[in-house]
Nanobody
Framework: QVQLVESGGGSVQAGGSLRLSCSAS????????MSWFRQAPGKRREGVAG???????TYADSVKGRFTISLDNAKNTLYLELNSLKLEDSAMYYC?????????????????WGQGTQVIVSS
C-alpha cells in the first residue's frame, strides 16, 4: 500500500508559478503510473498530468506548455511545476498512484491518492 502526501500549494497571482510535491511512502511507485489531478468546487475531477515508469508524460490540453510533471525515484517524490497560472487553474490538486498512463494527463486506473493541496490563483 502506498501513502501519498501533497504539499506546495498556495495563493498566487495570475501569471505566477508554483511547485507542487507529492511524497510517497509504503509500497512506493509500485504501479506503472503516477499522476496529478485536480478538482474545483462544483466541477468534475480533471486529469492534469501523468508519468509512467519509462518517463513518458501526458498532459491535459488545458495545461500543455505550462505545467511539467517529474518524478524523483531516489526521493520517492512526484512534482508538478505550474507556470503561467490562470484563474481557471484554481483547484485542489491531488497526486495519485495507479497504472496505465493515458492521454490527457492521467492514469487509466488510480488506486491511491493523497489529501490534496490547494492552489488559488487570483487576478
Amino acid at each position: 500500500q502506498v501513502q501519498l502526501v501533497e504539499s506546495g500549494g498556495g495563493s498566487v497571482q495570475a501569471g505566477g508559478s508554483l511547485r507542487l510535491s507529492c511524497s510517497a511512502s509504503g509500497n512506493t511507485f509500485s504501479g506503472s503510473c503516477m499522476s496529478w489531478f485536480r478538482q474545483a468546487p462544483g466541477k468534475r475531477r480533471e486529469g492534469v498530468a501523468g508519468i509512467d515508469s519509462t518517463g513518458s508524460t501526458t498532459y491535459a490540453d488545458s495545461v500543455k506548455g505550462r505545467f511539467t510533471i517529474s518524478l524523483d525515484n531516489a526521493k520517492n517524490t512526484l512534482y508538478l511545476e505550474l507556470n503561467s497560472l490562470k484563474l481557471e487553474d484554481s483547484a485542489m490538486y491531488y497526486c495519485a498512484a495507479g497504472r496505465g498512463l493515458r492521454d490527457g494527463g492521467d492514469c487509466s486506473v488510480r488506486y491511491a491518492w493523497g489529501q490534496g493541496t490547494q492552489v488559488i490563483v487570483s487576478s
